[in-house]
Nanobody
Framework: QVQLVESGGGLVQAGGSLRLACAASGRTFNTYAMGWFRQAPGKEREFVATIDRSGGSIIYADSVKDRFTISRDNAKRTVYLQMNSLKPEDTAVYSC????????????????WGRGTQVTVSS
C-alpha cells in the first residue's frame, strides 16, 4: 500500500550533518509507523530510529540517540532523519520502512521498504 523513496544521502566529513528524507505514496501514510535502518557492507541491518503514526512515540538506537532526530510531516507524507555530528562508523546505506501504527526496532516487523540512500562519512 506504501511506496517509499529516500533522498538526501551523500558524502560528508566527520562532524558534519545530513538530512535524509523518505517520501511515501498513498493516502494511508498517517496510519503507519516509520523506521530508519542502516546497513554497512558485511554487516547486518541495524535499527536507527522509529516514529509512530502521529509522532508521539519515538525510539532511537543508543548509538545515535544524542545525534540524530527523526520527524515526520504527515501532510507531506514524508519522514526525515536529521543526522548531526556524523562519524565514519555511520557510513551505510540508510533505508526507511513502514509498518502499521506501532513503533518497532525489528526489521522483520516492517512490510514496506525503500531502496535506500548511501551515506558516507570520511575521517
Amino acid at each position: 500500500q506504501v511506496q517509499l523513496v529516500e533522498s538526501g544521502g551523500g558524502l560528508v566529513q566527520a562532524g558534519g550533518s545530513l538530512r535524509l528524507a523518505c517520501a511515501a505514496s498513498g493516502r494511508t501514510f498517517n496510519t503507519y509507523a516509520m523506521g530508519w535502518f542502516r546497513q554497512a557492507p558485511g554487516k547486518e541491518r541495524e535499527f536507527v530510529a522509529t516514529i509512530d503514526r502521529s509522532g508521539g512515540s519515538i525510539i532511537y538506537a543508543d548509538s545515535v540517540k544524542d545525534r540524530f532526530t527523526i520527524s515526520r510531516d504527515n501532510a507531506k507524507r514524508t519522514v526525515y532523519l536529521q543526522m548531526n555530528s556524523l562519524k565514519p562508523e555511520d557510513t551505510a546505506v540508510y533505508s526507511c520502512a513502514a509498518r502499521f501504527v506501532d513503533v518497532s526496532r525489528l526489521p522483520t516487523d516492517y512490510g514496506y521498504w525503500g531502496r535506500g540512500t548511501q551515506v558516507t562519512v570520511s575521517s
